[in-house]
C-alpha cells in the first residue's frame, strides 16, 4: 500500500523553524515549546486569482527612481533604500505600543500627499483591525492629520478587506495588525501560526498582482500565544522593527532585510505629545552630556552609512562578591570580556577585585569593535578616577596584543566629528594613509595617530 505523503507540520512560533515531529526545544532559536501544529490542508480555496506572467529577464525594463514613493520622513525614506518600493510588502514588527500605529498614520498622511506620475495624489487606505474609526479619528486629530485622502476602515475580515480593495484601487494598504486579521477560508484560530502565514501569503499575492505596496503591521510578543512577525520575515520583501528604550522617549527604527537597500541602516525618531518626530541629527541628540567625566569616553560608530556620535561609560566599583561583577549593556559583552583581559595585560591595571558596569548611552546598541578604544579608555579612566576630555574623539579596534588596529569609514567619521565641532580625534596609525588629503589639512582638526595601548597613559 502506498503510504500517505504527510502534510501535517509543525513550526516554531519565534523562529519560523519547520519540523515534521513536534519538538519540545526549537533546534534553531532555543525556544522551549514554542512549536505549532500547522496543516496546509485546512486553506481549502483561494481568495485571489494569480495568472503568471513569463518575459525574459532582458525584456523587463525598471526603474528604480520612478518605482519608489518618496514619503518626506527622509529617516523612514533612507532606511527603505531611498522611498518604498511599489508592490512591495512591508513588514513592520515592534512591541505593542511602540507606536508603530502612530509611524503608519504619519506615513500614511506623507504619502496621501505626495502625488504620482498623473499628477494625481496617492491613495491610501488603513486598515485597522485593533481600533475603531473613532479611535484612529483621535489619533489623527492629534498627529494634526487633515489629509483627505486617506481611506480608514476598522474590519477584522480578510474577506471584506479585499472587497474594499477592489473597490476603492488604492496605491497602499497599510493592515494594522496581522494578528488582529482573521479568514473565513483559513480554518485555522485567529492568531494561530497558520492564520498569519496564510493570510500573509494573501496579502503577498494581492499587492505583487495589483501593484499595490503594502504593510503589515505585526506585534511582537514575547511570549504568549500569538505568532509574531517572525514567522512572515521570509515572506516579505522588507522587514523593519520599531524599537523602544523604555527609559527615553526615542524610537529606533531598524532594517532587519530589505530586497530593495541596505540592512544595516537605522531611523531615529523621538516620540513627542504630537507624534513622532524624526532625529535628524543622531550624534547632537546621543551626546547630551558635554562635560568631562570620569568613565565617559566619546566615540564614533557607523550604522549603515551613518556616523553617529555617542559615548561610552564604564563604572569600576569595588566588588563585593566572590567573582566580581560584569555587566555590559548594548556593547557586545565577550568582546567587553575580551578588552578588560587586554587592559589588564598590557597596561598593568588588575581588576580583579572590581565590578565593572560597561554602557553605551542612551540604549544605543553595536557589535563595532570600533568603540574598543573607547572602552578601554571608559574602563582605565574609571579604575584610575581620572576624567577623559569630553571634547576629544576615539576610534580604535584592539587587537589582542594590544594593537589599535585600523577601522572602516574613517573618512566619514572625522568629517562628521568635525562637522559637530569636535577639534581632536585620536586614530589608529594604520588608518594614516587612508586619510584623505583634504582632512589631513584642516589646521584646526588634531589628529593623534596611535599604534598600541600600551601607550594609554599617553591618551590622557
Ligand atoms: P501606538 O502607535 O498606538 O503603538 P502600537 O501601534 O505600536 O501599539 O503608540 C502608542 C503609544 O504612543 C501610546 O502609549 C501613546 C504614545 N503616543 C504619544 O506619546 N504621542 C502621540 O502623538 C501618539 C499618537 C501616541
Ligand atoms: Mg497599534
Given at each position: 500500500?502506498?503510504?500517505?505523503k504527510?502534510?501535517i507540520?509543525?513550526?516554531?512560533?519565534e523562529?519560523?523553524?519547520?519540523?515534521?515531529?513536534?519538538?519540545?526545544?526549537?533546534p534553531?532559536?532555543?525556544?522551549w515549546?514554542?512549536?505549532?501544529?500547522?496543516?496546509?490542508n485546512?486553506?481549502?480555496?483561494?481568495?485571489?486569482?494569480?495568472?503568471?506572467?513569463?518575459?525574459?529577464?532582458?525584456?523587463?525594463?525598471y526603474?528604480?527612481?520612478?518605482?519608489?514613493?518618496?514619503?518626506?520622513?527622509?529617516?523612514?525614506?533612507r532606511?527603505?533604500?531611498?522611498?518604498?518600493?511599489f508592490g512591495s510588502?512591508?513588514?513592520?514588527?515592534?512591541?505593542?505600543?511602540?507606536?508603530k500605529?502612530?509611524?503608519?498614520?504619519?506615513?500614511?498622511e506623507?504619502i496621501?500627499?505626495?502625488?504620482?506620475?498623473?499628477?494625481?495624489?496617492?491613495?491610501?487606505?488603513?486598515?485597522?483591525?485593533?481600533?475603531?474609526?473613532?479611535?484612529?479619528?483621535l489619533r489623527?486629530?492629534?498627529?494634526?492629520?487633515?489629509n483627505?485622502?486617506?481611506f480608514?476602515?476598522?474590519?477584522?475580515s480578510?474577506?471584506?478587506?479585499?472587497?474594499?480593495?477592489?473597490?476603492?484601487?488604492?496605491?497602499?494598504v497599510?493592515?494594522?495588525s496581522?494578528?488582529t486579521?482573521?479568514?473565513?477560508?483559513?480554518?485555522?484560530?485567529?492568531?494561530?501560526?497558520?492564520?498569519?502565514?496564510?493570510?500573509?501569503?494573501?496579502v503577498?499575492k494581492l499587492?505583487?498582482t495589483?501593484?499595490?505596496?503594502?504593510?503589515?503591521?505585526g506585534h511582537i510578543?514575547?511570549?504568549?500565544?500569538i505568532?509574531?512577525?517572525?514567522?512572515?520575515?521570509?515572506?516579505v520583501?522588507?522587514?523593519?522593527?520599531?524599537?523602544?528604550?523604555?527609559?527615553?522617549?526615542?524610537?529606533?527604527l531598524?532594517?532587519?532585510?530589505?530586497?530593495?537597500?541596505?540592512?544595516?541602516?537605522?531611523?531615529?525618531?523621538?516620540?513627542?505629545?504630537?507624534?513622532?518626530?524624526e532625529v535628524?541629527?543622531p550624534?547632537?541628540?546621543?551626546?547630551?552630556?558635554s562635560?568631562?567625566?570620569v568613565?565617559?569616553?566619546?566615540?564614533?560608530?557607523?550604522?549603515?552609512?551613518?556616523?553617529?556620535?555617542?559615548?561610552?561609560?564604564?563604572?569600576l566599583?569595588?566588588?563585593?562578591?566572590?567573582?566580581?561583577?560584569?555587566?555590559v549593556s548594548?556593547?557586545d559583552?565577550?568582546?567587553?570580556m575580551?578588552l578588560?583581559?587586554?587592559?589588564?595585560?598590557y597596561?598593568?591595571?588588575?581588576?580583579?577585585?572590581?565590578?565593572?558596569?560597561?554602557?553605551?548611552?542612551?540604549?544605543?546598541?553595536?557589535?563595532?569593535?570600533?568603540?574598543d578604544?573607547?572602552?578601554?579608555?571608559?574602563?582605565?579612566?574609571?579604575?584610575?578616577?581620572?576624567?577623559?576630555?569630553?571634547k576629544?574623539?576615539?576610534?580604535?579596534e584592539?587587537?589582542?596584543?594590544?594593537?589599535?588596529?585600523?577601522?572602516?569609514f574613517?573618512?566619514e567619521?572625522?568629517?562628521?566629528?568635525?562637522?559637530?565641532?569636535?577639534?581632536?580625534v585620536?586614530?589608529?596609525?594604520?588608518?594614516?594613509?587612508?586619510?584623505?588629503?583634504?582632512?589631513?589639512?584642516?589646521?584646526?582638526?588634531?589628529?593623534?595617530?596611535?599604534?598600541?595601548?600600551?601607550?594609554?597613559?599617553?591618551?590622557?
Open positions: 500500500m502506498k503510504k500517505e504527510q502534510e507540520f509543525f513550526v516554531c512560533k523562529c519560523g523553524y519547520e519540523s515534521l515531529k513536534w519538538l519540545g526545544k526549537c534553531e532559536c532555543g525556544s515549546n514554542s512549536f505549532k501544529e500547522f496543516n496546509p485546512l486553506k481549502k480555496n483561494k481568495i485571489t486569482d494569480f495568472t503568471s506572467e513569463v518575459k525574459k529577464l532582458n525584456e523587463i525594463s526603474n528604480d527612481k520612478e518605482n519608489r514613493i518618496i514619503t518626506g520622513i527622509s529617516e523612514f525614506d532606511i527603505m533604500g531611498g522611498g518604498v518600493v510588502v512591508v513588514l513592520v514588527g515592534g512591541e505593542p505600543g511602540v507606536g500605529s502612530t509611524l503608519m498614520l504619519q506615513i500614511a506623507k496621501a500627499s505626495t502625488k504620482n506620475v498623473a499628477a494625481e495624489n496617492y491613495k491610501v487606505l488603513y486598515v485597522s483591525a485593533e481600533e475603531s474609526l473613532q479611535q484612529i479619528k489623527s486629530e492629534r498627529l494634526n492629520i487633515k483627505n485622502n486617506i480608514v476602515i476598522s474590519e477584522t480578510l474577506e471584506n478587506i479585499v472587497k474594499v480593495i477592489e473597490e476603492i484601487f488604492p496605491d497602499v497599510i493592515i494594522d496581522i494578528q486579521i482573521n479568514s473565513d477560508f483559513i480554518s485555522n484560530p485567529q492568531g494561530s501560526v497558520a492564520q498569519i502565514r496564510g493570510i500573509t501569503a494573501e503577498i499587492a505583487k495589483k501593484n499595490i505596496t503594502v504593510f503589515i503591521l510578543t514575547k511570549e504568549g500565544d505568532a509574531g512577525p517572525k514567522l512572515l520575515e521570509h515572506m520583501d522588507t522587514v523593519l522593527y520599531f524599537e523602544s528604550d523604555t527609559t527615553q522617549n526615542y524610537r529606533i531598524r532594517v532587519y532585510k530589505n530586497r530593495f537597500g541596505s540592512t544595516s541602516e537605522i531611523g531615529i525618531f523621538q516620540m513627542n505629545y504630537n507624534g513622532l518626530k535628524a541629527n550624534s547632537e541628540f546621543f551626546i547630551q552630556h562635560e568631562n567625566l568613565g565617559t569616553v566619546t566615540t564614533c560608530i557607523v550604522e549603515g552609512t551613518r556616523p553617529i556620535l555617542t559615548q561610552i561609560q564604564a563604572l566599583t569595588k566588588s563585593y562578591f566572590p567573582q566580581p561583577r560584569r555587566v548594548g556593547i559583552y565577550n568582546r567587553a575580551l578588560i583581559s587586554v587592559l589588564e595585560k597596561t598593568g591595571v588588575s581588576l580583579v577585585y572590581e565590578d565593572v558596569y560597561l554602557n553605551i548611552v542612551s540604549g544605543l546598541k553595536t557589535k563595532e569593535t570600533t568603540i578604544l573607547a572602552v578601554v579608555l571608559a574602563l582605565y579612566s574609571s579604575h584610575k578616577n581620572i576624567i577623559v576630555d569630553s576629544c574623539v576615539y576610534l580604535g584592539i587587537g589582542l596584543n594590544g594593537e589599535i588596529r585600523a577601522i572602516s574613517i573618512n567619521r572625522i568629517n562628521e566629528i568635525y562637522k559637530l565641532g569636535y577639534k581632536k585620536f586614530i589608529p596609525y594604520e588608518n594614516k594613509k587612508n586619510i584623505n588629503s583634504n582632512i589631513l589639512e584642516q589646521k584646526n582638526l588634531d589628529l593623534i595617530f596611535i599604534k598600541t595601548i600600551k601607550e594609554i597613559d599617553k591618551i590622557f
